[in-house]
């Protein structure tokens, strides 16, 4: 098994960047896709952004197309969410996700999680 800790989440002020690490403990992040998923309060939790573990393929959702980023450093373990632009629509608990399998936006699909990290978009 994996776990995973997620870090990084703040408050920032829109326009702003942020970047959300997670990190993996006891396998290597290599084995597995990665992806990271949103829950604002009184909503569903939403697909954000993944990386296939074997090409690094990436797929992001529309509405954090070309503002977030997926790098992946495997000597650390460790998959960022470098998000550029941040707008208050981004406020969420951001979560980490792994799978040995699956690579996709659905949510169910994914054997692992970290425990979140709050992020707040306000001015």
């Known amino acids: 098994q994996v776990q995973l800790v997620e870090s990084g989440g703040g408050l920032v002020q829109p326009g702003d960047s942020l970047r959300l690490s997670c990190t993996a403990a006891?396998?290597?992040?290599?084995?597995?896709?990665m992806a990271w998923f949103r829950q604002a309060p009184g909503k569903d939790r939403e697909f954000v952004a993944a990386?296939?573990?074997?090409?690094?393929?990436?797929d992001y959702a529309d509405s954090v197309k070309g503002r977030f980023t997926l790098p992946r450093d495997n000597s650390k373990n460790t998959v960022y969410l470098q998000m550029n632009s941040l707008k208050p629509d981004d406020t969420a608990a951001y979560y980490c996700?792994?799978?040995?399998?699956?690579?996709?936006?659905?949510?169910?699909?994914?054997?692992?999680w970290g425990q979140g990290t709050q992020v707040t978009v306000s001015s």
């Open positions: 996700a792994a799978d040995n399998n699956y690579y996709g936006s659905k949510s169910a699909e994914y054997d692992y």
């Open positions: 006891g396998r290597a992040l290599s084995r597995y896709t």
């Open positions: 990386i296939s573990r074997i090409v690094s393929s990436t």
